[in-house]
């Protein structure tokens, strides 16, 4: 995998030493920054419009903060303290189990239970990267929750493709019944659907991408990519095609404008806060747009 | 094609303290039109749920099921946020093809799609929103859903509420046509004097079977007699609450 990437890393910045392209894409940082973002964009957009439509919107920042954990696990087993995917993974695919597992069986709404689990993944990784701190670089708190896209690996980028794979291969034959699921779990049943595992393929999705995503990216703006683009684009959108495409183009588009624009203007933000911004104007333009058009108007309570 | 006959025996189902259905013995003929009537809560809902093998009931409940297996089902009412960007099509696609619907509905659909939407008079609004129809014009997309594949059993959770008079032909007269061609409905229905006309058989459910047999014989009876004043004076609550 290495040598494609050093292929395609060579072709990029032999576009920008022949001035075809910006000169800051001689940095090899910036140029696995950006294959990063053309490969999280669409992801985080597409699977963001069936986490919006089943109103899992804070699942994946509890999975974030259980990220925490997994680190601390992974240091105290003497996994890399930088890339400690293992104990992620592990750790994160346990916890989102049992939260389903505890979801079907309290039969509480969907948000309540992630509220309670999101404070007890925040509250229980906290304490137990603290215990570890001793051994680590306490910055990783900081990576975690904000990532860090400039300083991605390769390692990095083959996890964040396996997981592309995975999710493709999985969500995408599988998209309608998800969809049907969500909106009549009764008649989905009935068309031979599968509700409740279909439920934990999902969770287990949403897991190991927000975990794949969470080294690069951060578990902060994991969520904001996952819910962002996708409720601009619920805002102007009536079809599910619609919905669904712009979701993808809007979180593309925050995510390279967010890598691009600090460095080709020299501005003093960060890249993840420059993402999270662009998509944060993205939506508010959509948000004006709705409120402006004829079209768009509706029953008002 | 040939639908199914159905027996229930000795079904009983309990949902946490409360007693849902209790010890319910009938049968449905292949073939007919069974309207399954009875009060609200009376477990009508909760009998063909447990017949789709959602409920944890006992008892026994065979479909006795011919060449084809399919079942069509008109859940009650759909109840979901409105703002949902899903139009008609989408909701026909979702429910029938395995491509993703944002890729578009797969052309081997369509013409079907379109075929069932015509026959429902929705054909003209397979663009709009699902959460812009009125709760009638949704009732009329449900039934569609449900003939696509052709199904065998007809499973139908109050198909008319909410409709006008033209949608109630247009879903009677399809609901016949099916049962004609072979194929068995079963279809909880509140308006006695529908199902006084077209039904085959009947059952009356208020947690136990307390009526069953064809219509004629059974609302002659005095036993009908007790319980039709109730049933008439809920579907003219029902009305005027809508």
């Known amino acids: 995998m290495s040598a494609f990437y050093d292929l395609l890393r060579q072709f990029i910045i032999g576009l920008a030493d022949e001035g075809i392209i910006h000169y800051t894409f001689l940095y090899e940082f910036v140029v696995n920054g950006f294959l990063c973002a053309l490969v999280i964009g669409p992801l985080l957009g597409g699977i963001g419009t069936m986490v919006v439509i089943k109103r899992m919107a804070f699942f994946s920042q509890a999975v974030g903060n259980a990220a925490l954990t997994g680190v601390a696990i992974g240091v105290i087993i003497g996994e890399s303290y930088t890339a400690p995917y293992m104990s992620m993974f592990s750790f994160c695919i346990l916890f989102a189990l049992f939260l389903n597992f505890s979801k079907n069986r309290t039969k509480m709404s969907s948000d309540t239970l992630i509220g309670v689990f999101l404070s007890i993944s925040l509250a229980i990784g906290a304490t137990a990267l603290l215990w570890v701190s001793a051994r680590v670089n306490t910055h990783i708190l900081d990576t975690i929750m904000f990532g860090s896209i400039l300083t991605v690996n390769d390692t990095d980028m083959n996890v964040l493709l396996v997981t592309t794979v995975i999710t493709a291969l999985v969500a995408l034959p599988l998209y309608n019944q998800m969809l049907l699921a969500s909106l009549n779990p009764s008649l989905a049943h009935v068309r031979g659907i599968n509700v409740h595992l279909l439920e934990y393929v999902f969770v287990l999705l949403v897991t190991i991408l927000t975990v794949a995503c969470v080294k690069i990216v951060g578990a902060v703006l994991v969520e904001a990519l996952l819910l962002i683009p996708a409720a601009a684009s619920r805002n102007l959108n009536r079809s599910i095609r619609g919905f669904v495409l712009w979701s993808v183009i809007f979180s593309t588009a925050s995510c390279l404008i967010g890598i691009y624009a600090p460095m080709r203007w020299d501005l003093p933000i960060p890249s993840g806060g420059a993402i999270i911004l662009t998509a944060a104007i993205i939506f508010v333009v959509t948000m004006l747009i709705r409120m402006a058009l004829p079209q768009y108007r509706e029953a008002s309570i | ?242």
């Open chain 2, 1 to 242: 094609m040939q639908g199914p006959s159905i027996e229930f025996e000795d079904v009983n189902l309990t949902l946490g303290n409360t007693r849902i259905l209790q010890d319910i013995n009938f049968a449905i003929r292949a073939g007919d039109i069974h309207c399954i009537i009875g009060a609200n809560g009376g477990g009508k809902t909760s009998l063909i749920r447990s017949m789709l093998g959602q409920m944890p009931h006992s008892g026994k409940i065979t479909i006795n099921w011919h060449e084809s297996r399919v079942v069509g089902y008109v859940p009650q009412l759909l109840e979901f946020d409105k703002t949902l960007p899903v139009t008609v099509l989408d909701f026909m696609g979702m429910t029938c093809q395995n491509r993703p619907i944002f890729l578009g509905v797969a052309r081997s659909r369509r013409s079907q799609i379109d075929e069932v939407l015509d026959r429902v008079g929705m054909i003209g609004k397979s663009k709009t929103k699902l959460g812009s129809l009125s709760g009638g014009e949704r009732q009329r997309v449900l039934f569609a859903q449900a003939l696509i594949p052709e199904p065998a059993l007809l499973v139908l959770d109050e198909p008319m509420t909410g409709l006008d008079v033209h949608g109630r032909e247009i879903l009677e007269r399809a609901i016949v046509e099916f049962t004609d061609a072979g194929g068995t409905a079963i279809w909880i229905n509140h308006d006695i004097a529908q199902v006084n006309e077209i039904a085959n058989t009947l059952t009356y459910i208020d947690r136990e079977v307390l009526l069953d047999g064809a219509p004629r014989q059974v609302l002659a009876s005095g036993a009908a007699a007790r319980l039709f004043p109730t049933l008439e004076l809920l579907d003219t609550k029902t009305s005027e609450a809508n």
